[in-house]
Each structure stands twice: as C-alpha cells, then as structure tokens.
C-alpha cells in the first residue's frame, strides 16, 4: 500500500495529480487525512481522504509520499503519525517521496544525509542532504523529492517508474500527453 498524506495546507496540485498519475498506472494509493478525513488544501479546496490516521497500517506500506505547500508541510511535519511512517520507511529501505517544501521534513529528521535532493526554491537549507540538485525531480536511492507543483506530474511518473517499472511510467505519462 502507498499512503499519500494530506493536511490543512497542503498543496493540492502536489497531491492530486500524483495521486492521479500512480492510479493510472494501477498502483494503490490511499490518501491520509492528518487531523481529520476532510482537509482544506492551499488554495481552499476541500479534499476527502481514503482514511483517517488512525486506520493506517505499516504493515503493508510500499511507500509514503509527503506533497508540499508551506502550511501544508508544517503540518504534515508536526503529525507524529506521518512521522513515524516515514521513519518505518527509512528504516526498512521503503519508498519515500517528497516534493515542494516537505522535503525539508526528511532533512530535518537525517534522512537525506548523503543524499542528492531538490525543494521549492528557498527551502534547500532544511534539506541537510550531500548535494541540492535544483533539479524538477532528483531519485537518490530509495527517496525521490521534487520541486513544486509544476513538476508534480513528472514526480508521480517516477515514483510510478519506481513502483510499476518504466514502461508503465513512460506509458501513463504520455496518455496524460505530457513533454518529455
């Protein structure tokens, strides 16, 4: 199972369409409300989660991906339900995704050590990470982080590539007619 955590403040476009893209490619996604399954995104609207906090189950995570927003991240950082998932994560060599501010949440906990990463511009002084690339979307091992919103597609296409393999990623991302 692959939990996409969502928290008042939470940049919508960061979690929709990478929800979107990994559906497409088959891959279960579950949405995670944090302090309640009805969240209020950045820019007011309203989202429904799959599951509250407290019916989420390690047991058969795959992957956990944090979507940004600066509110959003505050959030998701302060939650010690996504905090302990992504420490489960890390310690059993699990998928950890991130992109736009919080993956200032995996460099303030120490998982981003030795790692190349990407944020939203300004945050990189949180990531603690080896080499900030700046780049839409940096896979180092098992965590991939990306920029912001506009790169929110091409962050879902490699957590699918990640998960489903490259040529159900390439597959999606074209019927989704996106460039290259």
């Known amino acids: ?29 579950k949405t995670v409300g944090v302090g309640g399954k009805t969240v209020t995104s950045s820019h007011g609207v309203v989202l429904t ?8 189950d390690t047991a058969s995570l795959e992957a956990v991906i944090l979507p940004g927003g ?6 998701l950082g302060k939650a010690q339900t996504v905090l302990d998932t992504v420490e489960y994560a890390y310690k059993n060599d699990l998928l950890i995704a991130a992109i736009c501010a919080a993956p200032t949440i995996l460099g303030k906990n120490g998982y981003l050590r030795d790692k ?19 780049d839409f979307v940096t896979q ?19 957590i699918l590539a990640a998960l489903k393999g490259e040529a159900v990623a390439e597959k999606v991302y074209g019927s989704l007619q996106c460039p290259n």
């Not at 989660?49 to 989420?56: F, H, Q, V």
């Not at 912001?148 to 597609?153: F, I, M, N, T, Y």
């Open 1 to 29: 199972m692959v939990y996409l955590f969502i928290a008042n403040g939470t940049e919508e476009v960061e979690a929709i369409a990478t929800l979107d893209v990994l559906r497409r490619g088959g891959v279960e996604v």
């Open 49 to 56: 989660a799959d599951i509250e906090e407290s019916e989420l």
């Open 70 to 75: 600066i509110t959003g991240t505050i959030n």
């Open 116 to 134: 190349k990463a990407t944020c939203f511009p300004g945050c990189e002084g949180d990531l603690n990470c080896a080499e900030y690339t700046a």
């Open 140 to 158: 180092d091992g098992n965590i991939i982080t990306g920029k912001g919103a506009g790169a929110a597609l091409r962050f879902g296409k490699c």
